[in-house]
């Protein structure tokens, strides 16, 4: 008998939460438990964070308050989200979503908008195509990229009049122009913390850095691509810390050192 694919489950289990509408409830009753353990986390203005499994973004906004020079990535996997928002005529996302009343309303102001411009805050569509090239990075699903790159073919006629104000549509598509090179860290020693500053150091708009841990590492928690390779490591079995680095879902040899991992993402991102 098959394994069940847990993130198909997880998929389906959160699509249906999302089409009752229960992802906005999850604000009300988990904010209790969240605001305390945002203040155990001693968030600094100015780190990034990515929260994967976002729903309807209601954390994602929190933490964002609490990071004026930071900046907070939200990532989900359930496609009701892409349902609800979601162009399927023309491409593109709305600003929000349809409802039954709206086709009664009449007005700009009853009007659903695709937000596009930066003003000053990243604009919806290119931040939506981007955490899509994300989940993309992540699952080596290609429906992800594919709706990105539908998302950005609506605007690119008009991206180029609105100069710096299309500054998050242009990263969404440098990101869709180059291939996307992660690094992973399996380990929780010293050299674990080398390995995981050699991984952050060089910047890259397609580069993304991966934290597991020992009991992380496992085939049920990982993207079909880590699934197959960080398990199967020899420096895991043995209990050491390592390191791979994978560019397009293809992965080098492991390393074990700072200096290696340094080696290998320059070669990677000036590849790119």
């Keep these: 008998m098959p394994e069940p694919d847990l993130n198909e489950a997880l998929r389906e289990e959160f699509n249906r939460w999302a089409e009752a509408g229960r992802g ?8 209790p438990i969240v605001l305390p353990v945002l203040d155990l986390m001693k968030l600094t203005p100015d780190e990034n964070v990515l929260e994967v499994g976002c729903g309807a973004g209601w954390l994602v906004r929190l933490i964002s308050e609490r990071l004026p020079e930071g900046r907070v990535v939200g990532m989900d996997i359930a496609d009701e989200m892409v349902r609800r928002f979601g162009d399927a005529t023309s491409g593109g996302f709305f600003d929000t979503e349809a409802t039954p009343e709206d086709r009664l309303q009449l007005g700009a102001l009853s009007e659903r908008r695709k937000p596009f411009q930066d ?4 604009a919806g569509n290119p931040s ?16 992800y990229r594919d709706k990105a790159e539908d998302t950005l073919q609506v605007f690119a006629a008009m991206a180029e ?5 299309a500054g998050t549509y242009g990263i969404a598509a440098t990101w869709m122009s180059r291939p996307h090179t992660q690094a992973v860290v399996v380990g929780e020693d010293q050299k674990a913390a080398e390995l995981l500053k050699a991984a952050a150091a060089p910047f890259a708009v397609n580069k993304s850095v991966v934290h597991l841990t020992d009991s992380e590492a496992v085939a049920q928690n990982l993207p079909p691509v880590l699934a197959e390779t960080i398990p199967n490591l020899p420096a895991l079995k043995a209990k050491q810390s390592v390191a791979i680095v994978c560019t397009n879902f293809a992965c080098r040899p492991p390393v074990d050192s700072a200096e290696q991992l340094a080696a ?3 070669e990677a991102i000036s590849g790119a």
């Design 24 to 31: 906005e409830e999850m604000e009300e009753s988990h904010l």
């Design 119 to 122: 003003a000053p805050t990243p």
């Design 128 to 143: 939506a195509a981007i955490a899509l090239l994300r989940l993309h990075a992540y699952t080596n699903d290609a429906k």
């Design 161 to 165: 009049q609105f100069g710096i104000y």
């Design 264 to 266: 290998l993402l320059r």
